[in-house]
């Protein structure tokens, strides 16, 4: 039998390991939560360490005084070299995170390379040769008539080299889908020309025989070396994967991935969100630049700088090089083979040669990204020199606005209009006095109010590019000339025709843009429809506010199919106007090989498989997003006890209600058809199955 004195040691035995666990037990957690101090942690360690010899110590003595008692186990999850592994790694990765945190803040002033990496972090540039770098290409003062004078030279020794472009063809090893990585299975679709230009050199060379400053034109196109951007894999095969879903939707069908469109797809659906978003914003009369949701916020912060570097991960590095050529020639030179300056989407061209400039001089190297220096604002001033042009040719649009507000400026500084204005009418055997008022100052007033769409775009990509923040006097309404102003006075742009058109080249320009054969083909034709350049609010199609009078004007309506036969079903597309014979096997067409209705048919045409249809003889409302998914919605008509009455059972008389019917022109044009769809589907009560892909 145990003794009371060895009973006792025991006790005591058990109470010090008890609390030796029980003190490491929190060291331990102390040294989690104050693992970024390491003077902290060392501190706690070295209590621990004094507390275990102590335990330790009085071990010993008890089993020395005890022998049968078995010695106790030492703790095996306390290690003495724990804590300066903690520390070192613990520093490491504040230092890894640090890193990251520096590179995705200036991520889109770096170039990329043409290949993902593997390892995101063995390839982060140095913060320091990054700022060198952005300093270097934005701190270069170059006046707006020696950049043109640069770019004209650029494009005198263009050439260019025809290449055939690759396009999958149907994998058998990839269960029928398009594999672009194996060659085997590339054919040749189109033949593009590749464009090249003379180096770099050459054009500085010229400029300084000229007496112009050749060295910062030159530094323009400078980029630091070891400044690239990296990606995983996985990174790439995502933004790889959205770079062929847009050229798919675009032009209908999956491109290879080394396909030279796909910069110029993602470029051209980047600025059409920002238009969408725009005219979003102008549907409901609210600033653009203050009435932004978190969901278009992180939209546009993410689509504007990816696309950034769609050009340096994607592809050859000559092909952005090649197609800033061609965008500039297509604004800079009159030839045959580019579209006229009326066929042109000014803004569209801005975004892509924002971005393409950059590498209008690269080689072989990663196609830099745009710095956001002084040639995005001689961009800027260049294309909006020919949206002021593409308006003077519409004068009759010009004409119609109302102008209720004055300016403080004299004839003489709007004299330059005048001129333009003569140089355009000059394909129309015009003159001034067809102007019906001639005064340039209020020309220059309506092209004030009817370009605020066109700047209120440029605004929001330059912010998005730049991450320069609009002035916060921008996030709120005010009367046209002063958000004009603050628009200019945000983007540096000169605000008065005097200094936005004082260079020698504004004025020949605009003869060559006037000089065009398509200007003459299209202006020699009266009847064919004028262009709007003036960015306007697009609409669905006015409906009648008496009901019966729309059954009377689709009552007209037969079959294309059945021999002058009525239609059963005849539904009209909200967007155009077009009737259709909807549900009827008589109209139905195929896409991709499957036989699809008439409603999904004109859909896939008309806006990309999103349509809204009014099927007349029954007042009711289809949505249609894809080839199976759709859901019926209430109709704008109402009685006059505010019902409707689908399917026309009551027989009440119909009116068209506004606000119902500016509903759903708002869905329509904020792009919002299949989360509609969606949320009317999850809403409902009950299970109705239809056969969306023949409707």
Same mark, same amino acid.
């Given at each position: ?138 701190? *270069?003062?170059? $006046?707006? +008539? ?5 770019? !004209?030279?650029? %494009?005198?020794?263009?050439? &260019?080299? @025809? ?124 600033? *653009?630049?203050? $009435?932004? +949701? ?5 939209? !546009?912060?993410? %689509?504007?700088?990816?696309? &950034?570097? @769609? ?385």
């Amino acid at each position: 039998m145990e003794t009371t004195e060895e009973l006792e040691m025991e006790d005591k035995l058990t109470a010090s390991i008890q609390m030796t666990e029980q003190l490491a037990s929190d060291s331990t957690e102390q040294r989690m939560e104050l693992e970024p101090q390491p003077t902290v942690t060392e501190a706690v360690d070295t209590l621990v360490a004094e507390v275990i010899s102590q335990a330790q110590e009085q071990a010993d003595q008890a089993s020395g005084e005890a022998a049968a008692l078995p010695a106790p186990p030492s703790p095996p999850y306390i290690i003495s070299s724990s804590s300066g592994s903690s520390s070192s790694s613990s520093s490491s990765s504040t230092a890894e995170l640090e890193s990251s945190g520096s590179i995705s803040s200036e991520s889109t002033f770096m170039s990329a390379d043409e290949y993902p990496k593997d390892n995101f972090k063995d390839c982060v540039p140095n913060s320091g040769s990054n700022m060198n770098m952005n300093s270097s290409s934005r701190d *270069v003062n170059l $006046s707006y +008539s020696h950049w043109m004078e640069a770019l !004209l030279i650029a %494009l005198k020794y263009r050439s &260019g080299s @025809v290449r055939k472009s690759l396009s999958p063809t149907k994998s058998s090893k990839n269960g029928g889908e398009s594999d672009p990585q194996d060659e085997e299975f590339l054919q040749s679709s189109t033949n593009l020309v590749r464009y090249y230009t003379c180096p770099l050199d050459q054009v500085v060379s010229e400029l300084e025989a000229t007496h112009h400053d050749g060295r910062s034109f030159a530094r323009l196109f400078s980029v630091a070396e070891g400044g690239e951007l990296a990606f995983p894999s996985s990174v790439y095969e995502i933004m790889n994967t959205f770079c062929q879903t847009t050229y798919k939707i675009g032009l209908g069908e999956m491109p290879h991935v080394l396909d030279d469109m796909i910069p110029l797809m993602v470029w051209q659906s980047c600025g059409f969100t920002i238009l969408s978003i725009v005219l979003s914003a102008m549907e409901t009369q609210k600033p *653009v630049l203050g $009435s932004l +949701s978190s969901r278009q916020n992180d939209c !546009l912060s993410t %689509l504007i700088r990816f696309c &950034g570097i @769609v050009g340096s991960n994607f592809g050859e590095p000559k092909v952005i090089r090649s197609h800033s050529l061609k965008l500039l020639s297509t604004i800079l030179e009159v030839d045959t083979n580019n579209p006229s300056i009326l066929e042109l989407d000014m803004f569209g061209l801005l975004v892509a040669l924002t971005y393409s400039l950059p590498s209008l001089f690269n080689g072989e190297g990663a196609a830099p990204l745009p710095s956001c220096n002084v040639q995005d604002l001689h961009i800027l001033r260049l294309i909006y020199t020919a949206h002021i042009t593409q308006m003077l040719f519409s004068m009759e649009e010009l004409d119609s606005t109302e102008i209720d507000f004055e300016v403080n400026l004299a004839e003489k500084d709007c004299q330059s209009i005048l001129d333009i204005l003569h140089i355009v009418q000059e394909p129309q055997g015009l003159d001034i006095s067809a102007v019906r008022d001639p005064n340039p100052v209020n020309i220059w007033k309506k092209i004030m109010v009817n370009s605020l769409g066109f700047l209120r775009s440029c605004a929001l990509f330059y912010q998005y590019l730049s991450g320069v923040s609009a002035p916060t006097e921008l996030n709120s309404l005010h009367p046209p000339q002063q958000e004009f102003q603050l628009l200019c006075r945000y983007m540096s742009l000169p605000c008065t025709p005097r200094h936005l058109l004082n260079s020698d080249f504004s004025l020949s320009l605009v003869r060559k843009w006037c000089n065009h054969p398509n200007i003459h083909i299209m202006l020699s034709n009266p009847a064919a429809e004028k262009s709007s350049f003036v960015l306007k609010v697009p609409g669905l199609v006015d409906l009648p506010d008496d009901y019966s009078e729309l059954i009377n004007s689709v009552s007209c309506f037969t079959c294309p199919r059945a021999m002058g036969d009525e239609s059963r079903a005849p539904s009209m597309c909200l967007v155009c106007g077009e009737v259709v014979c909807s549900q009827s096997y008589c109209c139905q067409g195929e896409l991709d090989g499957v036989s699809v209705g008439a409603c999904t048919v004109h859909a896939d045409r008309c806006g990309a498989g999103a349509g809204i249809f009014l099927r007349v003889r029954e007042c009711k409302i289809v949505m249609l997003s894809g080839r199976t998914r759709g859901v019926f919605v209430p109709p704008p008509y109402l009685d006059q006890y505010g019902e409707t009455d689908q399917g026309l059972r009551r027989g009440n008389p119909l009116t068209l209600c506004k606000e119902r019917y500016k509903k759903l022109q708002s869905i329509w044009l904020n792009h919002s058809i299949p989360e509609e769809i969606t949320r009317r589907i999850e809403s409902s009560s009950g299970y109705v199955t239809t056969d969306w892909i023949h409707l």
